[in-house]
């Protein structure tokens, strides 16, 4: 009998616990969006084991482009003073949002000359994968932006956060020494699973609202906007809520 007794004691024991804690999670318990034109870039960072690796603490810190050669710049984190960070908007249909093809955005240099006769000029996130260290860089250049970056949506992705064709971990890290080429707290992107080097830390880039400039050409560009859903204020989120 006391077998018996002990038996239906742990059945119901371990029936009872899982049924509370493995609810499905539903997207009211994340971090509320809400939709904007464009928005700013900021760094959650998650990988808390090496709070003495930069001197001032990088988190909450904007994604900007930084020159690293003619007509390169490279992400990097900033914080936002003096400059805020870069304004990006997604382009793409929603077509493009649901499979994933959209590209991130800058707004457009407007076409210098008498009246704005020059074409405007794109600006936007690339994505290059090096095959001597792959790692995934990061740039904030002219011209049409990688196919298959943009902001994670609805139930695929609960949070607002950029992803890239390689995936959404990023990588901010401290260079010992920096130069033109190599910039400090520069971002990278690595793919699922990669090693984090010493010097640098694991982070989300998460999408914060941002107001929309006025955008040049955007006819002629053929930039379809749709808004994005973003965070009015990132380093206000309390994550021990979500
Ligand atoms: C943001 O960072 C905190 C740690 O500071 C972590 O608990 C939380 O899961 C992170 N959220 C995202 C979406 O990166
Ligand atoms: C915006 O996306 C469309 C395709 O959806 C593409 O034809 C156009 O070149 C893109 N424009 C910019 C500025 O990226």
Redesign the pocket.
């Known amino acids: 009998m006391l077998t018996a007794t002990l038996l239906l004691t742990l059945l119901l024991g371990t029936n009872a616990s899982p049924i509370l804690t493995t609810r499905q999670k539903t997207p009211l318990d994340y ?1 509320p969006r809400k939709m904007a034109k464009a928005f700013t870039l900021v760094a ?3 990988d ?1 084991s090496k709070p003495d690796l930069f001197d001032a603490p990088v ?1 909450h810190w904007y994604l900007a482009g930084v020159h690293v050669g003619a007509g390169r710049d490279a992400a990097i984190l900033r914080a936002d003073t003096p400059l805020p960070g870069a304004v990006f908007f997604i382009n793409g249909t929603g077509q493009d949002i649901s499979s994933q093809s959209t590209t991130v955005a800058m707004p457009p240099i407007a076409g210098a000359g008498g009246g704005g006769t020059n074409p405007p000029t794109p600006q936007s996130l690339q994505f290059t994968k090096s095959e001597s260290d792959g790692r995934i860089y990061v740039g904030l250049n002219f011209g049409r932006g990688t196919v298959g970056s943009g902001i994670g949506v609805g139930l695929r992705d ?2 607002a ?1 950029l992803f890239s064709p390689f995936g959404a971990s990023f990588i901010v890290c401290h260079e010992p020494n920096p130069t033109v080429g190599r910039p400090q707290h520069a971002v990278f992107g690595i793919e699922y699973g990669a090693l984090v080097p010493e010097n640098c830390v694991g ?2 880039l ?1 999408a914060q609202c941002a107001e929309l400039p006025p955008l040049a050409g955007e006819e002629e560009l053929h930039i379809v906007n749709e808004g994005v859903g973003c965070y009015e204020d990132v380093k206000a ?1 309390d ?2 809520k ?1």
């Open positions: 971090p959650n960072i998650t808390l988190n609960p949070y956060r982070m989300n998460l989120i994550w021990s979500w």
